[in-house]
């Protein structure tokens, strides 16, 4: 079994991208982001500790993925690129589906107000 102790820039991305793009399609991505960000300075531990427990992950795991995954991690800078690009894909995935909820709650809010202005009206 060969070791991983570095990745090219387009694996690096590659992979940042995997990881997000799993994160967002199971709409996970403001959990993740405030996980990741309270755990950032605990990164690259994270990532000997993934090294450590790499014998018994890779039963379960890819374990050439799962070493990448750990050089990954040893780098703030990736961990930040992580974050960066769940909250790109985020907004890019579901802007309509934001827009359409929006405009949702604005048209029930019209209609409660309505309601309202209609019974302090009638009493009158």
Do not use: H
């Amino acid at each position: 079994m060969e070791i991983i102790t570095e990745i090219s820039p387009e694996r690096t991305t590659e992979l940042i991208d995997k990881i997000s793009r799993f994160i967002v399609e199971r709409k996970m991505a403001a959990a993740a982001i405030m996980f990741i960000e309270s755990l950032k300075p605990l990164s690259f531990i994270g990532s000997q500790a993934m090294y450590f427990l790499a014998p018994f992950a890779e039963l379960i795991f890819d374990s050439k993925e799962y070493q990448e995954f750990a050089v990954l991690l040893e780098k703030r800078e990736n961990v930040d690129l992580v974050v960066k690009r769940i909250d790109e894909l985020d907004t890019e995935l579901y802007e309509e589906i934001r827009k359409k909820n929006r405009l949702i709650r604005k048209r029930r809010m019209n209609k409660f107000k309505e309601f309202v202005k209609k019974i302090f009206k009638s009493k009158k």
